[in-house]
T-cell receptor, first 112, second 111 residues
Framework: NAGVTQTPKFQVLKTGQSMTLQCAQD?????MYWYRQDPGMGLRLIYYSASEGTTDKGEVPNGYNVSRLNKREFSLRLESAAPSQTSVYFCASSVGSGRYEFFGPGTRLTVL | EDKVVQSPLSLVVHEGDTVTLNCSYEVTNFRSLLWYKQEKKAPTFLFMLTSSGIEKKSGRLSSILDKKELFSILNITATQTGDSAVYLC???????????FGKGTRLHILP
């Protein structure tokens, strides 16, 4: 089992460009999450999906959109990247309902 | 509003010392308290606590939850340089599928 996979590992964008971060899990988990991690700020939830076909906003959703394509895949889209979105992005999955989460390896995104 | 506070924010000790990391929380519909270790990459799961007073142990690491006083501690005995990491505490709830992460305690072990 690969667990949670994320692509790409690194990305550099110019302000205003768009991109999609991909995440997939092979553990048959119901819930999936996108976090960003900035120095001194800890992990902040951007969006989550409790099941296929549902998505909900987290703490910092502005500037992002998500798609839960199927049970395995949960993508995060930046429509018009801004320097404030420079961060490390983690995808995670869990069985749900406060159970522990498995994390992907992260994507380091720099917006110039 | 849900709140998680970890203390200390950072800690430097010598190899062989014992450390205690603290996590206090205020969340509605509490279900579980999770501890993670984060080295240079993604967080890795350490413990999930759901019952008060029952210690969970894994090698030199142990953790306990107090649901009345709304806190948890993570103990590491006989610390080693490989224990250097950020330790994250995260309560989960029954009302939705989110867990809320604290800002973490950055632990540095000197050889």
């Amino acid at each position: 089992n690969a667990g949670v996979t994320q692509t790409p590992k690194f990305q550099v964008l110019k302000t205003g460009q768009s991109m999609t971060l991909q995440c997939a899990q092979d553990m048959n988990h119901n819930s999936m999450y996108w976090y960003r991690q900035d120095p001194g700020m800890g992990l902040r939830l951007i969006y989550y999906s409790a099941s296929e076909g549902t998505t909900d906003k987290g703490e910092v959703p502005n500037g992002y959109n998500v798609s839960r394509l199927n049970k395995r895949e949960f993508s995060l889209r930046l429509e018009s990247a801004a320097p404030s979105q420079t961060s490390v992005y983690f995808c995670a999955s869990s069985v749900g309902s406060g159970r522990y989460e498995f994390f992907g390896p992260g994507t380091r995104l720099t917006v110039l | 509003e849900d709140k998680v506070v970890q203390s200390p924010l950072s800690l430097v000790v010598h190899e062989g010392d014992t450390v205690t990391l603290n996590c206090s929380y205020e969340v509605t519909n509490f279900r579980s308290l999770l501890w993670y270790k984060q080295e240079k990459k993604a967080p890795t799961f350490l413990f999930m606590l759901t019952s008060s007073g029952i210690e969970k142990k894994s090698g030199r690491l142990s953790s306990i939850l107090d649901k009345k006083e709304l806190f948890s501690i993570l103990n590491i005995t006989a610390t080693q340089t490989g224990d250097s990491a950020v330790y994250l505490c995260a309560p989960g709830t029954n009302r939705d599928d989110k867990i809320i992460f604290g800002k973490g305690t950055r632990l540095h072990i000197l050889p």
